[in-house]
């Protein structure tokens, strides 16, 4: 009996993981060891028994709607808590070909999984796992190659490539009808507790000082709020990169002219200094420094310096 015939059967859940995570069928069938019709058969059980589409299909290739981005922020770190205690009790490690990254899940589900499609193309023979938590990364605890992190990039015993830039904008749905006029004192704040300062610190540079910046609606990441926003319960705090797609379609409107570009507070990738560098990681990392230079993001000339120095 071969290991393929010894795991356990898929599941909906599973498939739609996998599929969201990779943003491909096949490669999801590949990593679950079944065929790409036994994974779609799943996600479309998924989707009827939920009552809503988790992807839409453009172009052929897979994009995840609203409602399956804000699944799969909660299904991801459940299957890789799974996975994490599957090879803990195997003792098995994957082959060198395997990357593990670690992302707060806003980050992944916005902006890295979206791009990932990239990454696999020129690299087919990496296989990605994207795992996803808020705790500060932790290279000698965690089985992780590297991870990415929100703050000023200088921590001891890493190295570190900028990313995008932290520019802080409110966002709401068009249906609300704001505009540069609107008193914010009434309107309902949308705020994510995982960046619970965003509010304040933008009102402070605002000038608008007489809003309360505690009050509103209060979630747990900011996923959750920026789709509280699109559903129109709000005005939610966003990091503009993670929402320009609904900007540009119109599904987020930007009612303020004024916009808070944090600097240097933003978001890195961050592997171990000291450590031999696996190619899939020097992959990864120049595939990354790419991106950045190609989406003309802040900063992106600087990536090449932030990439080669030592935090700390």
Same mark, same amino acid.
């Given at each position: ?79 890789? $808590? ?40 020129? $690299? ?54 704001? $505009? ?133």
């Amino acid at each position: 009996m071969s290991r393929r015939d010894l795991l356990p059967p898929l599941n909906p859940a599973r498939a739609f993981e996998a599929a969201g995570r990779l943003l491909s069928i096949s490669r999801a069938a590949d990593e679950l060891s079944v065929t790409p019709a036994a994974v779609s058969r799943q996600v479309r059980l998924l989707e009827a028994y939920l009552g809503t589409p988790l992807f839409n299909r453009v172009r052929g290739a897979l994009e995840l709607t609203p409602a399956g981005a804000r699944y799969l922020s909660e299904l991801m770190p459940l299957f890789a $808590n799974l996975r994490s205690a599957t090879a803990a009790v195997t003792r098995k490690r994957d082959s060198g070909g395997t990357l593990r990254i670690r992302s707060p899940a806003t980050f992944a589900v916005r902006w890295l999984i979206p791009r990932l499609a990239g990454f696999h193309r020129s $690299n087919p023979q990496v296989d990605v796992q994207v795992t996803t938590s808020s705790r500060p990364l932790d290279f000698q605890r965690e089985e992780i190659d590297a991870g990415i992190e929100l703050g000023d990039g200088v921590w001891p015993g890493v190295h570190t490539l900028r990313l995008m830039p932290n520019v802080l904008v409110p966002v709401a749905a068009p249906a609300l009808r704001l $505009n540069e006029k609107t008193r914010l004192d009434r309107q309902t704040l949308l705020h994510s507790l995982a960046r619970p300062d965003d509010w304040s610190l933008w009102l402070r540079a605002a000038g608008r000082t007489l809003v309360d910046s505690s009050r509103g609606m209060k979630y747990e990441t900011s996923l959750l709020a920026y789709q509280a926003a699109l559903e129109g319960h709000g005005i939610a705090i966003a990091q503009k990169a993670l929402v320009d797609k609904e900007l540009a379609e119109g599904s987020l409107v930007a009612p303020f002219a004024f916009v808070l570009d944090r600097g240097h507070y933003t978001y890195y990738l961050a592997w171990p200094a000291g450590r031999a560098q696996p190619a899939a990681l020097r992959a990864f990392r120049d595939w990354l420094a790419a991106t950045v230079r190609r989406e003309e993001l802040p900063g992106a000339a600087q990536a090449p310096a932030a990439d080669s120095r030592k935090a700390g």
